[in-house]
């Protein structure tokens, strides 16, 4: 089959990929940055935001298109979800689980979304990714054409990916391996959650693209086991300490706000403080058994790979200024590289920021008044 990934060299798509050409399908993957061919794996770097570009690639049709993008724009998704559905026999669109609203049973599929139940008319209109996520999975349920299918992954890791409740590595672990203190909020410690293996999820995608019986449906890809996050946070500290001989320093805070400057976070307030336990029948049903992967082992391998060679992405200097301010630490400044960011971290971490944002907030309320 001719497969074309949307934003496939993430987490998940990458994984697919492989598994998908090693199945010897012919895999087209739009990626942002230069990359080499592989076999049966063609890369076509652009940016798949960008109309002109998706035009392009779409001149040609495909058997299956999966669909990692993010789409800010509601109107762009709108605008363009037509010509996907034309040129695919099915359009795997990749939403989340993290459209659910709170609930004390296990979770399935006719849940209810946070779109139908919540009340906060400013995170309704926000811009957050459950919430996009829901409109999105609304405009293409309202399509004629019926050749699509939704799903609906959760939390997934693999040994770059390694998430510490609202936090991903660069904001937990990066700390840790700097021999600074990794913050983390005491009301998070006895929720559940559930972390699935990144290449387990891509091996559920991949069967549901060899499915016709999965059209027109929406899945939720899962594991069934749940963990608390105190659980998570003992496996991390534990390999970190089996690995690298030392011990990582905890700080328990009382509230995720005593680490944050920009109030709500909505992951935290309708995701990660509720208990997640789902219910994963129907995509059983439909492929087959679901390989349910022991946390703990498949977790310790992941940080242990990742330690030997730690590699980090982009790190908020701002938001490391105000957890070194609650532990009374200080960042190295030769590991920050900007002067811009040097400075931040300066303003931050002795408070001025605060007071910054404060007048900013006063003069933007006093203009206000003056202009209405």
């Known amino acids: 089959m001719k497969i074309l990934l949307l934003g496939g060299t993430g ?17 087209f993957v739009t990626t942002r940055r230069k ?14 935001l960008n109309d002109n570009f998706i035009k392009e690639v779409l001149k040609e049709s495909f ?3 999966v669909d990692f993008m993010m789409y800010n724009n509601l109107n762009l998704f709108k605008n363009r979800i037509e010509i996907l559905l034309e040129k695919t026999g099915n359009y795997i669109f990749t939403s989340s689980s993290r459209v659910y609203a709170d609930s004390v049973d296990e979770i399935t599929e006719d849940s209810p979304r946070l779109l139908e139940t919540v009340n906060d008319k400013k995170y309704l209109k926000s811009n957050d990714y459950a919430i996009l996520k829901c409109k999105e999975e609304d405009i293409l349920k309202n399509t004629k054409k019926k050749n699509y299918t939704i799903i609906r992954p959760y939390i997934t890791y693999n040994y770059q990916k390694l998430q510490l409740g609202i936090y991903e590595k660069e904001k937990w672990l990066f700390r840790a391996l700097d021999g600074r203190t990794v913050v983390f909020s005491k009301d998070l410690l006895d929720k559940e959650t559930t972390l699935s293996y990144g290449y387990d999820v891509a091996k559920q995608i991949a069967n549901i693209c060899y499915r016709d019986s999965g059209r027109g449906e929406i899945y939720q890809i899962t594991t069934t086991k749940a963990v608390y996050w105190k659980d998570i946070l003992e496996i991390y500290a534990n390999t970190f300490k ?7 320093k905890i700080k328990l805070v009382d509230n995720i706000y005593e680490t944050k400057i920009v109030k709500p976070d909505y992951q935290y307030e309708y995701d990660r403080i509720f208990d997640r336990k789902f219910n994963s029948n129907k995509l059983y049903n439909l492929t087959g058994i ?33 957890k070194d301010k609650i532990c009374k630490e200080k960042a190295n400044m030769k590991n920050i590289k900007r002067m811009k960011d040097k400075i931040i971290y300066i303003i931050y971490r002795y408070s001025w920021g605060y007071i910054i944002e404060n007048f900013a907030r006063r003069i933007k309320r006093l203009i206000n008044y003056i202009r209405y």
């Open 11 to 27: 987490a998940i798509g990458s994984d697919l990929a492989n598994i998908l050409s090693d199945d010897n399908n012919e895999v």
């Open 35 to 48: 990359r080499k061919n592989k076999d049966r794996i063609t890369y076509i770097t652009g940016n798949a």
């Open 63 to 65: 058997d299956i298109i």
């Open 242 to 248: 089996k690995v690298l001989g030392r011990e990582m």
């Open 290 to 322: 679901f390989k349910e992967d022991d946390v703990r082992d498949s977790l310790e391998k992941c940080l242990t790979n990742f330690l030997k060679n730690p590699e980090f992405l982009k790190i908020n200097w701002r938001d490391e200024a105000v």
